[in-house]
């Protein structure tokens, strides 16, 4: 079975500084690894995928996350946030047939002006 | 919006009480997935159904849930003698392809509260 941890409930940041969201996950065998964000009293939206290939992936809204088989994490970085970049941020794990995602808990980033 | 409706959108209910949950994918997005979310937690997986076919039941569905998809369109997610500890998001996600890589798209969810 897999399982997602993610290290932080909350980062709090500065406008145009830096972040880094940390996941680790625990499998037996090799998984697609996910990046959503929820924005509040909204549903869950792709940031980005891991499937294979380069570790290094690019997504929407200028967040990129590096895949680690070593270390197992896939931690989601970006160089500088912004105010509307405030949301809540899941990493997930998918592997099985049928595709159903396994989640973390969650990271709440808060970005201050 | 991604696309991916439910109904309602906020419900709230005594205990005891039966509430039922419709979500309507994107058309032709052959697999439906429905998860559960407590405050402070991620999203668990509960069942999903591959056009008609319930093909998988997570062992948090207890036998107080059920789920339909008929005709492999819309679904629907009852819960019976509803419990307090039911006061939760209920998300919805549907899949077009049939790859394990395809991307799931999510709902707005319904938000249960039990009284």
């Known amino acids: 079975a897999q399982s997602v941890t993610q290290l932080d409930s909350q980062v709090p940041v500065f406008e145009e500084a830096p972040v880094e969201l940390r996941c680790n996950y625990s499998?037996?065998?090799?998984?697609?690894l996910f990046w959503y964000v929820q924005y509040p009293n909204q549903g869950l939206q792709l940031l980005l995928k891991?499937?294979?290939?380069?570790?290094l992936v690019k997504g929407i809204n200028g967040f990129e996350a590096e895949f680690n088989k070593s270390q197992t994490s896939f931690h989601l970085r970006k160089p500088s946030v912004h105010i509307s970049d405030t949301a809540e941020y899941f990493c997930?794990?998918?592997?099985?047939?049928?595709?159903?995602?396994?989640f973390g808990a969650g990271t709440i980033l808060r970005v201050k002006s | 919006d991604t696309g991916v409706s439910q109904d309602p959108r906020h419900k709230i209910t005594k205990r005891g009480q039966n509430v039922t949950f419709r979500c309507d994918p994107i058309?032709?997005?052959?697999?439906l997935y429905w998860y559960r979310q407590t405050l402070g937690q991620g999203p668990e997986f509960l069942t999903y159904?591959?056009?008609?076919?319930?093909?998988?039941k997570s062992r948090l569905l207890s036998d107080r849930f059920s789920a339909e998809r008929p005709k492999g369109s819309f679904s629907t997610l009852e819960i019976q003698r509803t419990e307090q500890g039911d006061s939760a998001m209920y998300l919805c996600?549907?899949?077009?392809?049939?790859?394990?890589?395809?991307?799931?798209?999510f709902g707005p969810g319904t938000r249960l509260t039990v009284l």
């Open positions: 159904f591959q056009n008609e076919a319930q093909l998988e």
């Open positions: 996600a549907s899949i077009q392809g049939w790859r394990s890589t395809d991307t799931q798209y």
């Open positions: 891991y499937l294979s290939g380069s570790t």
């Open positions: 997930a794990v998918s592997r099985e047939y049928g595709n159903k995602l396994v």
């Open positions: 499998s037996s065998v090799s998984v697609y």
């Open positions: 058309s032709e997005h052959n697999r």
